[in-house]
DNA sequence: CTGTTAGCGCTTTCAA
DNA sequence: TTGAAAGCGCTAACAG
């Protein structure tokens, strides 16, 4: 690093190097001309401070920490742009730590950092995670964390997550005002609270618009393929088949696109299927399909610009629990690059 | 930050500051109780070296940045987890960067990565990037540069990229070996070197099968999906109508389907498409599409592998220009998550 | 084997 | 309005 530094400068200028060091800073305490000269010969150098300096000093760094269990996904990808672009706007770097839906991988990157090397950090837990402890070690050295999509009930921190009961309960209204009148609801691991609140809101968006609620309509699927492609067959050769599908992750609906395919049912003309996606497979159910998009770029945003927020310290020490963003119902277009 | 230091460990343990950091790193200069009994109240105390200071230290932050175009976009994404991948297998951490596919931002960031705040920079130009003078200043301050996918002739660096020749001959091969006797291919501008090179791949394929070249079956689309369509539809019309198509980019798979939607034709049975993707769009065409992918996973890593062989300098400083990884041809399942 | 010392480059009192 | 000086926490000569 051939780099100038503060005091290269002073000596050319013939000023101290905390002059220059204020006058950078565009420090009140600086004469105009003085300041003139400094940022003359600044540029002309080209000088750039050492950031590790100054975070040694400050201690602030000035760089958050992103971890999440994936990048390999729409939806992460999404948020992390959402977060790099507020991070940006204030001057914040963002260092990315994947977990790879690894606790062991996820307590690692958090004690890590513990080192003070991350002001703050902005967390997506990783499925299995359980014990929160690593977590709450990062809260005790005061570096502030905010939760994403997946959140931790365990621990005090903003959590941003997608309001999951309205979106269930858009995406039922949509089919139903589309004319269904039958439609069914695929749901995954009826653990994850996600699930829960989605069908949740199925269920209230059947009430709202006087659907009758049946319960052979609603498919609780797992994590086998096979299986779940067998019922969704079953329920559409029953004599309950429906002519809307609510599927309530996108590779059920590819399922469901599938099995109409083996049945030659034509979607959307027979059956409107309506799905959360990130991603951009849904464009080829029908080239006008409609998804449920979680918000996941608004969400990085909001997650970052609570972090920021407490980073600079506004006193606003109201532990805001819980921004729900909502979901966003997206007709899309088939717009993919290479 | 109320972290614990160096000197408060060297109080309590009666040693000096540089005996516990030598301890710390296991110096074959401290004597093995020492070690011990340094490790074990590290550990006890949770200590965590400060990295900024270590940094500031030794003029090196163990950080490299990774500059890329979008995230939202499978390629990338997958690029990112190798190189986060390898990154923290060497205990590198990643500072993420996103141009927006702007050069203004592209040039705003490397000259902020002259600061010193990383060792070496992995990066992919924004498509407009033509004067590359702010990466020109990055080497020069001895900053490392690797580029990968969209690479710059203009600089003399590493570079991984596909090969988009062998790609394009591998799918064109493996088209005319599963049956087909008159492959189209869909090219995109042509004023893109990887376009180029795609065709020549595909034209070299029917040669070596012995296979005529036809030019009606090539066609160059452009950015507006109508006329694309149309041009496609054509095709599909006359009395050249292909039976395999290689598509360049996904989204003209994707209007190929469209098309043979419309014409009542099926893929694969009556004609068979292969595209390059890193989406999970293709997995829709048919259960058991075959897609050409890029190998981005792959390409991060050996970008990443190169970068850290020169940041610590082995000593070969043979500037291993142009790594050529090949695409891989893969039979994708529909894996998706939400 | 261990300690002393002198910084890395910057910020920030405290004086002038 | 400017300067001198004391560190931030760690590393690396150089001594012992």
Redesign the interface.
């Known amino acids: ?3 100038v530094n503060l005091k290269q400068l002073a000596q050319e200028l013939n000023l101290s190097v905390s002059t220059v060091s204020r006058a950078l800073r565009d420090s009140w305490e600086i004469s105009t001309p003085t300041k003139q000269r400094v940022f003359d010969l600044a540029k002309k150098m ?1 000088f ?6 100054s ?2 000093r400050k ?1 602030r ?1 000035r ?1 958050i920490a992103v971890v999440i269990p ?9 948020a ?2 959402g977060i ?2 507020v991070a ?1 706007e204030k001057g914040y ?6 977990t790879n839906e690894e606790v062991a991988e996820e307590m690692a990157i958090a ?2 950092l ?4 991350v002001d703050g950090v902005i967390l997506s837990l990783c499925g299995s995670t359980q014990d929160t402890r690593h977590l709450l ?1 990062l809260q005790q ?2 570096i502030p964390l905010v939760f994403f999509d997946r959140v931790s009930d365990g621990i005090t921190a903003p959590k941003v997550m997608t309001n999951d009961h309205e979106s269930g309960f858009i995406a039922t209204e949509h089919l139903i005002k589309a004319g269904c009148r039958r439609v069914a609801h695929l749901t ?1 691991s009826m653990s994850l609270s ?1 699930s829960h609140k989605r069908q949740q809101g199925y269920e209230d968006g059947l009430r709202r618009y006087d659907q009758p609620w049946d319960p052979d309509l609603v498919i609780h699927c797992g994590s086998d ?1 096979e299986v779940n492609y067998r019922m969704i067959k079953e329920l559409f050769l029953s004599d309950k088949r429906p002519d809307g599908v609510f599927a ?4 059920l609906a ?1 399922q469901v ?2 099995v109409c395919r083996e049945l030659g049912l034509r979607i959307p003309e027979d059956v409107k299927v309506i799905s ?1 996606s990130n ?3 849904a ?3 029908s ?1 006008s399909l409609t998804t449920i998009a ?1 918000p996941a770029y608004d969400m990085g945003k909001e997650a970052a610009t609570i972090l920021f927020r407490r980073l600079e310290k506004k006193y606003i020490v109201v532990p805001e629990d819980r921004v729900m963003l909502p979901a966003k119902l997206e007709v899309r ?6």
Do not use: C, W
């Open positions: 690093m051939n780099s080209n750039q401070p050492n950031p590790y300096a975070s040694l201690h760094s760089t994936e990048v390999a996904n729409n939806f992460f990808a999404l992390i742009k790099e672009t940006r770097h963002v260092l990315i730590y994947l004690a890590s513990q080192s003070g090397r070690d050295r005061n995954i996600i393929e309530s992750v996108e590779k590819v696109y599938h959360f991603l951009v497979t464009s080829l159910l080239p979680q277009a088939s717009t993919m690059s290479s």
